[in-house]
Nanobody, 124 residues
Framework: QVQLVESGGRLVQAGGSLRLSCVASGRTFSNYATGWFRQAPGKEREFVAGMTWSGGSTYYVDSVKGRFTISRDNAKNTVYLQMNSLKPEDTAVYYC?????????????????WGQGTQVTVSS
């Protein structure tokens, strides 16, 4: 079992920055990719960013490329999402998830553990 706990979400003005954290306990992230997803009201859960276990490869949805950065500290069992130049359309609940494989994908069903989510609200 893996438990994931996100934190760092809050209300921020457009153009601001936030860093989300996701701490894993239990079997942690060992040997599996991790991803960040988001879900806005009335919309489907959307892949935002992902990273292989080694951290050697990262993946981003086009809408956040150049603004968001995923990283991980394996010693702390923590994955981060640095979000810069935030826009109102980034408003959503953000979730971290552990993939079933070593390569992150955009499909939520390919992730078997999820955190409870953290709310990010960007005001215009």
């Amino acid at each position: 079992q893996v438990q994931l706990v996100e934190s760092g979400g809050r209300l921020v003005q457009a153009g601001g920055s936030l860093r989300l954290s996701c701490v894993a306990s239990g079997r942690t992230f060992s040997n599996y990719a991790t991803g960040w997803f988001r879900q806005a009201p009335g919309k489907e859960r959307e892949f935002v960013a992902g990273m292989t276990w080694s951290g050697g490869s990262t993946y981003y949805v086009d809408s956040v490329k150049g603004r968001f950065t995923i990283s991980r500290d394996n010693a702390k069992n923590t994955v981060y999402l640095q979000m810069n130049s935030l826009k109102p359309e980034d408003t959503a609940v953000y979730y971290c998830a552990k993939s079933k494989s070593t390569i992150p994908t955009i499909r939520p069903y390919e992730y078997n553990y999820w955190g409870q989510g953290t709310q990010v609200t960007v005001s215009s």
